[in-house]
């Protein structure tokens, strides 16, 4: 059955909130989604469907971010998730690589991603570009990926989560 990724929409949102919910364990992800739409701060969400069945979820929303005193159109990728079951069958990658794609169309500069060190990183995203970027997070899950060359080149920078995020 061939595999579509399309735009979430409003009739998706218990879907989305029921794969948030499988693939993550709890409902933490489910209230970041919900308030991040609230809030409007939603710039790219996608969803994967197979058959009428939706089996992956990616949501970038924008994120205040400010280098050298410059503010940065950056987006964080969050929450993602895929059906457990349906996981490592190439969901995800091909949902980041539509979200990258969208992403560039909302004149966003980078995205911003805490998440796993060992995944992002096939995708372009890197820790090195947050090294100068003060946020609640450090260290190799804090990562970034650059749409526009040495968007996030500076001194001394900042990432502000919004309070959707929980923080
Ligand atoms: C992370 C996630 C979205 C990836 O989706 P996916 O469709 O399985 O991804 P792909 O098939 O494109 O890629 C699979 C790769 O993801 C990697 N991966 C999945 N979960 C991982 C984890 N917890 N830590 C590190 N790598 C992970 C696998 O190692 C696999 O690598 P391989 O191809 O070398 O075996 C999915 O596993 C998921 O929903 N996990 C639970 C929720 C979550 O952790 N979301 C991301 C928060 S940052």
């Known amino acids: 059955m061939a595999e579509i990724i399309r735009a979430a929409a409003t009739a998706d949102a218990d879907t989305i909130a ?25 710039a790219v969400e996608l969803v994967a469907e197979q058959g009428g069945v939706i089996t992956g979820h990616i949501l970038l929303s924008w994120l205040p971010t400010m280098m050298d005193g410059r503010r940065v159109k950056a987006l964080a990728l969050a929450p993602m998730a895929v059906q457990p079951g349906q996981q490592k069958q190439g969901i995800g990658g091909r949902l980041i690589a539509a979200a990258l794609d969208e992403a560039r169309d909302t004149g966003a500069e980078a995205i911003i991603v805490l998440g796993h060190p060992d995944y992002y990183p096939r995708f372009g995203f890197s ?22 060359p040495a968007a996030l080149a500076g001194r001394q920078g900042s990432v502000s989560y919004p309070s959707a995020f929980g923080l």
């Open 127 to 148: 820790a090195a570009l947050t090294q100068n970027l003060a946020s609640p997070f450090q260290g190799e899950a804090f990562m970034a990926l650059e749409l526009v």
């Open 18 to 42: 029921t794969l948030n919910r499988a693939a993550f364990g709890g409902e933490d992800e489910v209230g970041i989604i919900e308030r991040l739409r609230g809030d409007g701060l939603v």
